[in-house]
Each structure stands twice: as structure tokens, then as C-alpha cells.
């Protein structure tokens, strides 16, 4: 099978946030207790934290972190994570069926985060909580000195504030299974006031408000209408989250799914925009994706796992081949909207429906799913550009119209690069793919990766990293571009170094 990718110089997508590679620690399961902090583990640091998990999350480059949830952070009260370790309360939390230490609170996350220079996206509890406890947040984390909270921060031991930038009001908070869940009237007018009284405390904060939490409910579109019409002065991005898996074992409706994520990500923007014009605002409000993933290898099984214990190893989700691939299509398309998606948490960072696992005591290691996440987010960098894809296409369950090829093309300036995501979703051919870089001298081709010819159900396993990117030999120069045979069934990086 033929295909053929078109780029022109200067057409541009958008710039890309870094922020769109994102992640997600949650207080649930195993992310923070066993898996980022470990404290009897033999490479833990004197705060307790797992250096081999350090590591493999600098491999992932990861800028910002959504911390402390989720849906636990709806029943969560901030102050538990704060002062003496050993007078913090064990809590029940509910969300989760577990019991919650608060060995790990705010300082301890902060000390974690700064060490590896990731920004924290912090979230201010919008369902058992309000106003009050949100804008004492900020005063904690934020103020520098001289008032009741900042003062208590220096005495916990940071004399300096955390300055958190970006700040989330509330989780999903039309969910019928959220802690204090809201019709979007009621969180509006809480979102919107809660809003205000955090930037009165720090005017160079930005602040995410909640869209639909699955674009499936009923109420997503109204709910977005709704809240945005009390709220999109006050706010710089409206949150979409949304999980996608293979429950009924049908692998091309599967790698189709991201199609779901662009109509998802168009349909938001439309509703933005129309209340921006409805308003007459001249700001635009862009996106935070701040939970997306792969989920549903443990939907069925997790009800069985004992409730009411500390890390409750839930959502450990073992990835596979397949899931790789759809991974990868949904990366892709974060970036062809990453004008408009300026944040993306990718749901979550350890153990929890993650690409890194850890066994608590034991060893580390690196799920399916990392790979393509660690290329886009290490060389996905620069300007997003507008990719004409010419390729055949199928129909499956849920869609028409399929491309075998998806593919986006990102440029880098500082480091006078293209590179070039690419998924053949044939399961059978092998893709001969036509690069036309109309405008670049091309310089040489740096790297031609691929992950290929697994079973679609092979995984990666603690000491056995089968599914990873082997080098691609099958790439030339041409006259005016690069050919290159993509595997069928393959996610694909290729990095061309250009001529200035
Ligand atoms: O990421 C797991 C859970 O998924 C989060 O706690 C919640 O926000 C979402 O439903």
C-alpha cells in the first residue's frame, strides 16, 4: 500500500505547549504509596522517593503533573497533608475505597516535583469543599510571607512559595460518581466565584475549569454551555477527559477510536467558541485535556480487590501491543489540535493505568505505551504542522472513512528538525509512505524508528521490555522528500535533520 504525507514551510498548526505532555499523580492505587514513594525500598532517597522511578519519569520528560486527584481530591482536605508526619489523620477515602495516611502531602509532592523540574497542576477540592479551603490553597502555596497560611507554609519548611501556576476547580464534577457531584448550574456559579477568589489572591494564576468528564453523558454540550456561561471570564481553559479501550476485542474499531478524540476536541472548541461570540469576549479559551488514556483492562476485575486498605493496587492496567498503537493514534491527534489543546495530562504516571510500573520493593519497568509517549514528548517539540495525509481507508464498527496512515509532522527550529509520527493501522500491509517537505532542504535523516510485529496482545513484563522502538532501516532520501515502509500494523518516528 501507497501513502502520501504533504507539508509546506510555514503552515503551521500551532505552536506546541509543552504542558500537552502532561501527566497525572492521583492519591489511588499504588501511584503515590509503592510507587513514586517507597520509603523501605533499597533505592529510595532520604524523603522516600523511588530514584528508578525518578529516572524512568526524566526518560518520559514530562513538564506538569495534575496532582492530588482525580476523583479523590472531591473528598480531600488539603490541610491533612500538611505539618508533623506522624499527627497527620489516616483518612477514609471514599473514592477509592482505601484509607488514605497523608504521609505524603503538600511538601513532600512539591520536594518530588522540584527535584525533577515538573510543574504541578494543582486541583482545589470543588465537592465536599468551596471557596474558602480553595483560596487558603493558594495563600499557602502562593504568598509569600506575612499572613496566617503563607506564614504556617515557612513554619512547615518552605520559606520560599511554591508559586503554582496552574490550578484545576474541581474534578469531573457532572459525574454521577463524584464526591459532591453538581448540575452544571450549581458548579458554574461555584466554579466561577471559587474562581475569582483565587485570582484575587494571585492574579498570575490560570485556572482550568471542569468540562464533561466522559463526552458519552448526556449532558456533555450543555454541561460545557452552562458552566461556560458563568465561568469563561474567569477561566483560561475548559478540561475533556476521556479513556478508550478494546472490551469487544476488534482491533481496526480500536485503532480508529482517536477519531472519537478529534470529534470530541472539534465539538468543545465549537462550544467555546460559540459562547465567546455569544459574549462578545475577546478572549479564547483553549483546552486541557487533563485525563486521557487507554482504560479498561481492569474496569471488570478491580471490584474484587479488598477495600479499605493503604494503596489499594487498583487500575493496573498491563498494556499491549495493540493498546501501543492506539495510544499512538491518540497522541497524534492531541497534537494535529495542539492550537487549541495547550494542556494534555496523560492519566496517570505510575502503576495506575500507567507507562511506568513498579512492583513496591521490587523492580521498575517500562509498560507498552511508554515508548511512544517518551518519543513525542522528547522530540514532539517546536511547531505542530499542517499534515496532508493522502492514503486508502477503511470502515469499521463505529466509523467510516479510516486512514490506514496517521501521521502529524512537528517542526523544531532550534534544533533544524522534522520529525515525523506516523501509525500504519493495516493489519496486514506494509505502507510505502511519501514524504513531500515542500520548502525544506533536507540534511540527513537522524533516526527512523519503529515498534512492529508483535502479537497484539504481547506485553511488557517486569525485566522484559519486548515491545520498544527497533531502528528502521527501511528509509531514503528522495528528490524532494524521504520514502519510507512503515510495518503494517506500527507506530513509527522518523527525525530529519534540515539545511538552514
Ligand atoms: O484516572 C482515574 C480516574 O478517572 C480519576 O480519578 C477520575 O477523575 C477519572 O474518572
Redesign the pocket.
Known sequence: MKARVLINKGNIVGEIDDRLYGS?I?H?GRAVYGGIFDPEHPMSDNYGFREDVKALVKELNVPLVRYP?????SGYKWEDGIGPVEKRPRRLDL??QTIETNEIGLHEFMQWANELEIDVDMGVNLGTRGIDAARNLVEYCNFPGGTYWSDLRKEHGAQKPFNIKTWCLG??MD?S??IGAKTAEEYGRLASETAKVMKLVDETIELVVCGT??STLPTFGSWEQTVLEHTYEHVDYLSL?M?YGNPENDIENYLAKSLDMDRFIKGVIAICDSVKARKKIEKTLNLAFD?W?I?YHTLDTDEQIEKWQVARPV?EDIYNFEDALAFGCLLITLLKNSDRVKIACL??LVN??APIMTETGGESWRQTIFYPFQQVSTFGRGKALVTNVRSDSYDSKDFSNVPYLESIVVENEERNELTIFAVNRSLEEEMTLELDLQGYKLHSVVECSTIAGHELKATNTKGQEQVKPVKNEQVAMTDNGIDVKLPALSWNMLRVKTKQ
Open positions: 497525572f492521583e489511588m486527584g482525580g476523583n479523590f481530591l473514592a477509592w474534578n469531573e459525574g460518581w463524584q468528564s466522559i477527559h479513556y485525563e488514556n482504560w487500575l492519566a496517570q495506575v493505568i
